[in-house]
């Protein structure tokens, strides 16, 4: 099983950008389908984006396609979630989640693994 810490979140206003980092130990990250979701406070946990094993391909959530972008070092066994202009609307708790999957999958359920979270704060 993979154990997965985030990083990199904090309070920024409205147009800025931040990156998260998702440091993964304990199995290569390469074996595993990454994935970004985030939750706002009094709402489900949403899929934000993901990338395959391999860093192929990548597939994002239609509020965020322009703006966020996601990449992977296997070799560090990091993942990245770039955010840009960012809107206050973006205001959630952003985890990264890891399944043994060769496609990008986007509930919350097929996902085998998830970090603790790192929270994002856009103001207006």
């Known amino acids: 099983q993979v154990q997965l810490v985030e990083s990199g979140g904090g309070m920024v206003q409205a147009g800025d950008s931040l990156r998260l980092s998702c440091a993964a130990s304990?199995?290569?990250?390469?074996?595993?389908?990454m994935a970004w979701f985030r939750q706002a406070p009094g709402k489900e946990r949403e899929f934000v984006g993901g990338?395959?094993?391999?860093?192929?391909?990548?597939y994002y959530a239609d509020s965020v396609k322009g703006r966020f972008t996601i990449s992977r070092d296997n070799n560090q066994n990091t993942v990245f979630l770039q955010m840009n202009r960012l809107r206050p609307e973006d205001t959630a708790v952003y985890y990264c989640?890891?399944?043994?999957?060769?496609?990008?999958?986007?509930?919350?359920?097929?996902?085998?693994?998830w970090g603790q979270g790192t929270q994002v704060t856009v103001s207006a």
């Open positions: 990338i395959t094993r391999s860093g192929g391909s990548t």
């Open positions: 304990g199995r290569t990250v390469s074996s595993y389908t």
């Open positions: 989640a890891a399944v043994l999957s060769t496609v990008v999958l986007i509930s919350t359920r097929d996902y085998d693994a």
